[in-house]
């Protein structure tokens, strides 16, 4: 100890920073009864204080922190152990109890102290965390011994001990030799009074197991050395199994049943403990369960009636080791009870809707077996749990079907009933009730030769009331819906996105109101930077927007018509290049050039044709054609882009009456209108694949990639906005491309194009596929498909849901969908471990006359793959092809199914060969 810097003069918080604790003690034997309140009161101030000393840092050396010397003066000046508890729980010393000086703390106390140590032990060990992995419990623990507090039982003390149990287990040097190894763990268990006391604890204190689980089950293999009571140890395993709590914390309790050997006298007490947990424990503990289960029975001290009590559920479980096992168990139980039979066919029939294939089959054949003699009920009881069976499996059982329930499942979809249409059958989805138009939310697509004409969007609310005031425009721009304008609260770097509402709405304000209001309102709401805007910055090649950039827009795009000529000749310029299909992203320019139009404009106060009449972002052609004849009975045009957007918002079927209407008109825009609305503007969507196909070991001759997109090409008139935007092709460019639905709300189609330039916005593609449905045609399945075969998470179970809406709907481009999620698990974008129990679920919970063509597109691309979960797979598509299936071959299906060997893939394509020929 440095005793070498501790002064005769220096008082008790110095000592307590000094760390020295020599000194300290013989500071403390001096204090008297009458000035021990003051110092005590001296060292809570000291504990309050937390000063931000060195002393005080966690990395502080052993002799210069506080803790040791806060502790031995507390012990000798508190009054009492609830003082004392209340100094030592503060949390910067808590932290530190590692570090308790018991030694010190028993000498002081017994020496000068006034308080029961024994009080203080049981008071610091109600306080320990219980954090596994923390170092207090062996000071507390030792304090505990060497006051004789009696040892406690709480959650944290249990826990506490169980990791200074296992501790030595995983340092370095710890013995190789088994035997000496269980030794030492034996007796580290029996040192000290807690293993009597927190022995009985460990089968109440969650996740305990998980410390006590040392490597090679150490801990279990010592204690079952010990002479404890066995029968207590197997009663308080098999409790804690019955306790929910996490995998690894079970596991040791397993390891400790299975450590003491028990004989099949000490289990059979417990024969219905083990059944239920079979039935319902997660399933390392079921299968150790039906392990002890089958040697009871092979011991001949199993009751059948046990098993067959909890066999339905066995047999439906999911998990394919605990299935097989279970079916194993049941099928042996004749062997004693012949007579049973009538029972156990009863018990048998609820693996009819195992999901597990090869339980399925080894119930039909065990079923099978025992029908001849079986009484008149049992077989009527087969018969309608048949129903649940592939096809082929019921034609293997050999019985006729029950004509009473002959309807009672749409999908047979490997042996679940089809729910209702109006629920999905997956958590939290519900799959809306068919209608008249197909599904709540989408249209169903009328017949066209493209297959992305003729759908209805749905009506949405009308556009709201126009800003009619200076001062309106003023508190719009205040709310900071457009960068740069409003307070700075409004436009900092947490400011919501632009609104495109507000936007619309801004415009229409400035287009009609009085010019230098508006130019008032601008120059005072605005408060960005006009060198770095905020609201965008212009992508690619900057060389075309230079005049924006120059003039610090579009921050201030409506300041525009206040710089100058030269401003007004570029966007000219501009305005030319994006008609012309020169500029990279021409959508994401519509909005920013109309602003620069406005500001630009000469034509004075008028109100803008392109303002939308509902918030879908169309424009009702009654609505525009009036708007055009305010325009000319001034004389004047409206702005060019102002026109084609309002073209673009018009609706795809007008009323005869307002196309003669407009062919009444004479002016160029007039006519620019009678000709968009007598002209035929179809659009045909094309799937396109970029890259070559990554080459492999199986996939489809001459396929795609699994990296896809649309091409669509509309018949519009040259040089107009619409061919700008509606002839194109949607690539994979991710992080670039705007999708602006409200500048076509009657083009879904092109709408899903323009989505796929940018499919990391997963959020906003599922809110389009969600809006438009069907309607986005091809571009649906694109979307849809690398979702719905991604990792679980909240966006393939979204993908999920509108998958078993649109196939509810009828509207579901299986086939379509199928070959892309097949291309990209061949091009190794999936796995088929993740895609297949994923396609699984939806054959559970959609139509499965619409997900037959779905799978039965994939299987070309995987026969031949990695074979994990593809037995699965092909047991679904057994039973879909028998229901649903028109005889038409799965590509590769014969060539692979003549292939040598007996294996599970082998046996599962052979079946589904079977039902297709």
Known sequence: MPTGRVSVGMNLRELLLAGDLDPLERFLAGVGDGERRERFEEL??????????????????????????????T????????????????????????????????????????????????????????????????????????????????DEFVTGWARWVREPSTVFGWPEDDAERVALMAARLTDGPFLPVLLPRIFEVNRVG?????????????????????????????????????????????????????????????????????????????????R???????????????????APVLLERSEKAVARAAVKLVAALPDREPGSDPELLEALVAGFRSPVPDVQEKVVELVRARLGGAPASSVALVVSAAQALPGD?????????????????????????????????????????????????????????????????????????????????AAELAAGTLPGFGTPEA??????????????RVMAAVAALDPDAVRAVLATQWTGDPRTPGGWVPPWDTKPYSFLWDNGWPDNPLLLGFVGQDARARLESTRADLLAGRLTDALGFVPLLRMAEIGLSEIGPHQLLSTPTDVSGRVRADVLLDRLDALEARGAQPLPLDLEQALLRLPREVDPALVTRAAALTSPAGLRVSQWLTSPRETVMTVIGYGEPVPGTYGVPGRLSGRRGVAVRASCPPGSLAQVLFDREGRWRPGFGHVFTEAFPEHPEVIAVHALSDR??????????????????????????????????????EALDLTVTLAAAGVLRGAEMGDQIGALVADGARSGRTVFPQLITLAQVAPGEAVWPLIAAVLPYVLDGKPAGLPDLLAVATDLAGRFGDGTPVPGLAEFAARPGAGRVLTQARRLLSVLV
């Open 44 to 73: 809570k101030t000291f504990a309050r204080s937390q000063e931000a000393e060195a002393s005080w840092d966690s990395s502080a050396s052993a002799w210069t922190e506080p803790l040791p010397g806060v502790a031995v003066a």
């Open 75 to 154: 012990v000798v000046l508190a009054p009492s152990a609830a003082a004392a508890a209340t100094i030592l729980n503060r949390a910067a010393l808590r932290e530190r109890w590692s570090r308790l000086p018991v030694d010190r703390m028993v000498r002081a106390a017994g020496a000068h102290g006034v308080l029961k140590l024994d009080d203080l032990a049981l008071r610091l060990a109600a306080r320990l965390p219980r954090n596994p992995e923390d170092l207090s419990w062996r000071p507390v623990a030792d304090l505990i011994v060497r006051s004789g507090a009696a040892v406690p039982g709480t």
């Open 210 to 290: 998980t410390t006590l689980g040392a490597p090679r089950a150490l801990i279990a293999r010592s204690l079952a050395t010990l002479p404890l009571d066995r029968a207590d140890l197997i009663d308080g395993c098999l409790v804690r199994l019955r306790q929910p709590d996490r995998p690894a914390s079970l596991r040791f309790f397993c390891e400790l049943h299975d450590e003491l050997r028990p004989t099949a006298e000490e289990t059979e007490p417990h024969a219905l403990a083990y059944a239920d947990l079979a039935a319902g424990a997660p399933s390392p503990v079921a299968g150790f369960a039906l």
């Open 292 to 310: 002890h289960l089958r040697t009871l029975h092979e011991a001949g001290r199993l009751e059948p009636k046990v098993v067959l009590e909890v």
């Open 393 to 473: 499996l019921r034609a293997r059982l050999g019985v006729s079907p029950d004509p009473s329930s002959s309807g009672a499942s749409a999908s047979g979809t490997k042996g679940f009933v089809e729910p209702e249409v109006s629920v999905s059958g997956v958590t939290g989805f519900a799959v809306p009730e068919a209608s008249a138009s197909g599904v709540t939310g989408f249209a169903v697509p009328e017949a066209s030769a493209s297959g992305a004409t003729g759908f209805a969007v749905p009506v949405d609310e009308p556009w709201p009331e126009a800003l009619g005031s200076a001062a309106e425009l």
């Open 491 to 504: 436009t900092g770097a947490s400011a919501p996105p632009v609104d495109w509402i507000a936007r619309e």
């Open 760 to 797: 990391g916005a997963i959020r906003r593609n599922l809110d389009l596929v969600a809006r438009f449905g069907p309607a986005l045609g091809p571009a649906t399945s694109l979307i849809l498909a690398p979702l719905l075969a991604a990792e679980p998470g909240e966006s393939q179970l």
